[in-house]
Nanobody, 127 residues
Framework: QVQLVESGGGSVQAGGSLRLSCAAS????????MGWFRQAPGKEREFVAA????????LYADSVKGRFTISGDNSNNTVYLQMNSLQPDDTAVYYC????????????????????WGQGTQVTVSS
């Protein structure tokens, strides 16, 4: 059973930066896409970014494009989310998940495609 553990959240002021990490218990990133999602209080979990297995391509939500960068390190089974120019609307619990599909040819922004969710890490941005 794959386990994912997110870390790196915290409280920052608007305009600040954070780097989230998602550590996997196995070499999952070598054959599955990985995605970051977030969930604000009272809202549904929404897509943030995804990276194809091996890191060959990425996909971003329009709301974070140009500010967030997803990357992966297959050698230590970790996926990162670098978040710059943070805004109060970015406040949420951030989760990483693994694509259910092995070596999927395309990246997905659909929540149901992902599984093996971690416990999440809280990001709070104050104005």
């Amino acid at each position: 059973q794959v386990q994912l553990v997110e870390s790196g959240g915290g409280s920052v002021q608007a305009g600040g930066s954070l780097r989230l990490s998602c550590a996997a218990s196995a070499r999952i990133f070598s054959n599955r896409a990985m995605g970051w999602f977030r969930q604000a209080p009272g809202k549904e979990r929404e897509f943030v970014a995804a990276i194809r297995w091996g890191g060959s391509s990425t996909l971003y939500a329009d709301s974070v494009k140009g500010r967030f960068t997803i990357s992966g390190d297959n050698s230590n089974n970790t996926v990162y989310l670098q978040m710059n120019s943070l805004q109060p609307d970015d406040t949420a619990v951030y989760y990483c998940g693994a694509d259910r599909r092995l070596r999927a040819p395309t990246l997905s922004n659909i929540l149901a495609v992902y599984d093996y969710w971690g416990q999440g890490t809280q990001v709070t941005v104050s104005s």
